[in-house]
């Protein structure tokens, strides 16, 4: 399977960006899926995961309330919607695979996680 991340650019601070993840090869329903984001300088960090049926979500404490991730397993995709955004929030983000097969599980963890996209920048100026 690859994944394809897309629906990055540049915003002021304030507005709002849709990233998706698009799979192919195969499809990514029966497993979680997350977002990362790598800052100039900084390490990878994880932003939010979603588990295989979409009905458990988990967040970063600092895009709580302000980020949404989603899936439609119909269209073998993910998602997540940023509002608010901060300068701060300005990386390049990736989507990510959990190892796991429909495990009720929902981790944050980068090790948890096999298969990565590409990643799509996001630039929030202030």
């Known amino acids: 399977v690859q994944l394809q991340a897309s629906g990055g650019g540049l915003v002021q601070a304030g507005g709002s960006l849709r990233l998706s993840c698009a799979a192919s090869g195969r499809t990514v329903n029966n497993y979680g899926m997350g977002w990362f984001r790598q800052a100039p300088g900084k390490e990878r960090q994880f932003v939010a995961a979603?588990?295989?049926?979409?009905?458990?979500?988990l967040y970063v404490d600092s895009v709580k309330g302000r980020f949404t991730i989603s899936r439609d397993n119909a269209k073998n995709m993910v998602f997540l919607q940023m509002n608010s955004l901060k300068p701060e929030d300005t990386a390049v983000y990736y989507c990510?695979?959990?190892?796991?097969?429909?495990?009720?599980?929902?981790?944050?963890?980068?090790?948890?996680?096999?298969?990565w996209g590409q990643g799509t920048q996001v630039t929030v100026s202030s």
């Open positions: 979603i588990n295989w049926n979409g009905i458990s979500t």
């Open positions: 990510a695979t959990d190892k796991l097969f429909r495990t009720t599980r929902i981790v944050r963890g980068e090790s948890e996680y096999h298969i």
